[in-house]
Nanobody, 124 residues
């Protein structure tokens, strides 16, 4: 059974940092792309970062480029999202998903497995 479990969310002031973790199991970790998405109630889900675990290629949405860093630990089957310079508009539930792909500059994970999400709240 494929499982993805996010952790690391919380409340942080604007300008602060958080690191999210995604623990995975049930699939060949180094065979897929894994991504981070976020969603605010009433808005569309947004893919913010993904990593191709086989070759390490990374992709970021324009909204987080330069502030967020995605990485993977193949020994632990985990993916991380290090978030710096957080803004109130980064407030959302963050999910990890696999497999993901980038199509037309958009990170897609519609046919993958998803975690339960972790809340990130950035206060102004």
């Amino acid at each position: 059974e494929v499982q993805l479990v996010e952790s690391g969310g919380g409340l942080v002031q604007a300008g602060g940092s958080l690191r999210l973790s995604c623990a995975t199991s049930g699939f060949t970790f180094d065979g897929y792309g894994i991504g981070w998405f976020r969603q605010v109630p009433g808005k569309e889900r947004e893919g913010v970062a993904c990593i191709s675990v086989p070759d390490g290629t990374k992709y970021y949405s324009d909204s987080v480029k330069g502030r967020f860093t995605i990485s993977s630990d193949n020994a632990k089957n985990q993916v991380y999202l290090q978030m710096y310079s957080l803004k109130p508009e980064d407030t959302a539930v963050y999910y990890c998903a696999a497999p993901v792909s980038v199509v037309g500059g958009v990170i897609l994970g519609d046919f993958g497995s998803w975690g339960q999400g972790t809340q990130v709240t950035v206060s102004s």
